[in-house]
């Protein structure tokens, strides 16, 4: 689908309102691990991607959608960088160009050059009737119409806390594992990322190495222009997404241990403090 957007008139002299560049992505979550002992599943999964300077007029043009009150689909300004003092007229703000801000700023504490950037969208899960619960946000960075960077705020079940990684997009490299996230994996191993950027289609890839692969987790999904017919089947296909997700996480964390798999307590990383959620990633020279 275009994602570019159009300024013309038609041969009648009407002029053709610019495309939305907000809209959703369907497809699949995949997750394999493959040492000490291989486990594999796949979900269906949508994801709301929501160009931040567009959250107005979303706001104005479905009753489903709002960031100023409940609505079968909210975007909550305390549900995003939860982990990050925010003012408090936070609330009395546009939503929008607040998590704009706010992303920009902390993509410039992790080192990005954030002088050109002029327009940030994020691919994430919204709160749906009133629920929220997010393992992973994306926020993209663009420069024009070229994602430069991606910040990946992570989330963890069931300590809630979170913490944001920068990948520069345009050369991306690995980046030390800073964060527990899952009680069945140490901190002992890198990431490396794969991103295709947000436009007819998406897939980020994540892979864990510690000398070799153990494990990958990805998202693939196919842009969907935002219309009635759409939101319908999102909501019969996902009643309340975060529900599913959640009931997901821990019948595949049921699964680990009647599999055996080491359960590993909370860690933190000697390189970060254990009270900052946002540290600049470190890089390490495994192969």
């Given amino acids: 689908m275009p994602n570019a957007q159009i300024d013309s008139q038609t041969a009648h002299g009407t002029t053709i309102k610019p495309a939305m560049k907000s809209a959703f992505y369907i497809g699949h979550v995949f997750h394999k691990r493959f040492f000490p002992k291989e486990h594999t599943f796949t979900y269906p999964l949508y994801m709301n991607f929501i160009d931040l300077d567009e959250v107005e007029l979303l706001n104005t043009k479905y009753w ?6 409940w609505a079968p689909l909210q975007l909550k300004i305390s549900d995003y960088f939860s982990n990050e003092p925010t003012h408090t007229s936070v609330l009395t703000t546009n939503a929008g ?4 801000n706010h992303a920009i700023a902390v993509a410039n504490s992790l080192g ?17 009737f009133g629920i929220y619960f997010s393992p992973i946000n994306f926020f993209f960075l663009y420069e024009g119409e070229t994602a430069k960077y991606l910040i990946a705020e992570v989330s963890n ?9 920068l990948i520069d ?3 991306p490299i690995p980046t030390e ?4 996230v899952s009680p069945f994996m140490d901190l002992d191993m890198e990431y490396r990322w794969r991103v295709k950027e947000p436009t007819a289609s998406t897939e980020i890839n994540i892979e864990n190495w510690r000398q070799r692969l153990l494990f990958t987790a990805s998202f693939s999904a196919t842009r ?14 996902w009643p309340i997404v975060s529900l599913s997700i959640v009931r997901a996480i821990y019948w595949q964390a049921f699964r680990l241990c009647l599999k055996r798999i080491r359960y590993v307590p909370y860690q933190t990383n000697a390189l970060s403090s254990p009270t900052t959620s946002i540290s600049k990633p470190k890089t390490k020279g495994k192969s």
């Fill in 97 to 100: 160009n607040f998590l704009k």
């Fill in 169 to 171: 997009l345009m050369s």
């Fill in 177 to 180: 594992k800073a964060f527990h």
């Fill in 112 to 128: 990005a050059d954030v002088s050109t950037i002029n327009r940030v969208c994020v691919l994430a899960q919204l709160r749906c």
């Fill in 157 to 165: 079940t069931p300590w809630n806390k979170s913490h944001c990684y």
């Fill in 64 to 69: 489903w959608f709002s960031s100023h009150r």
């Fill in 224 to 237: 969907y222009e935002i219309n009635a017919k759409k939101i319908t089947a999102v909501f019969l296909r």
